[in-house]
């Protein structure tokens, strides 16, 4: 894979693994107001569209109204915020990935949906909030991924054009996201893909690790 100036990566399901504490806090507010957990297998189909987004997938798959969605919502940001990264972990790879694109001169930045409260005490308890130049999150633009919006701010903040950074990503959100932008995007095999296989995603290539980036 050829190096580029810059990279912009995908925080949950990219980055770190951050399922397991999704999936507590989600668990945690559902049971609290009557209603059933998920498993953490249905809880990585529904990360990368923000937490209302998935709590109302969690209600709706329980036949659910959405108007529950709301003070289901409450809870699972107040838990989640007390736990944010007791379970997260950096996939395999990935803090070495950074550092050797750091070494060779690369820009790197973070465009995710997760809230930036969130998105910042993630990155700074897991030891990789130094890496990056800029972190979007979904509260940054009036438009969160799949807009083009965040990648474009990214872009501007590194002082990259968008066909020099590339986006490492898990989704579909991600793809539309990057080619809104106009900027190459590569997403990982076992990332949180909403169901969809990462071959059939629209990417330039799939990876199997972020190691693959050196």
Request: proline content about 6%; hydrophobic content about 45%.
């Amino acid at each position: 894979m050829k190096p580029y100036p810059g990279y912009l990566f995908d925080l949950d399901g990219t980055l770190v693994d951050t399922a397991p504490d999704l999936n507590a806090a989600l668990g945690f507010a559902l049971v609290k107001h009557g209603f059933q957990a998920a498993d953490e297998a249905l809880t990585k189909r529904w990360i990368g569209h923000g937490a209302k987004a998935m709590v109302e997938q969690a209600l709706g798959h329980q036949d659910q109204p959405v108007d529950d969605a709301p003070i289901v919502l409450s809870t699972f940001l107040n838990y989640y915020e007390k736990h944010v990264a007791d379970l997260s972990r950096p996939y395999p790879g990935a803090l070495h990935a950074l550092g050797a694109l750091q070494e060779r001169g690369a820009l790197l930045g973070v465009v995710t949906n997760k809230r930036t409260t969130f998105s910042l005490a993630i990155l700074s308890a897991l030891g990789m909030r130094q890496h990056f130049e800029v972190v979007v999150c979904g509260d940054t633009c009036p438009s969160p991924k799949p807009a083009a919006d965040p990648a474009l701010h990214a872009c501007r903040a590194l002082g990259l054009a968008a066909a020099d950074a590339l986006f490492v990503g898990d989704s579909q959100t991600d793809v539309l996201c990057a080619r809104a932008a106009g900027c190459p995007i590569v997403c990982v095999r076992e990332g949180y893909n909403q169901g969809v296989p990462a071959e059939k995603l629209g990417a330039d290539a799939v990876i199997e690790s972020l190691s693959d980036l050196v």
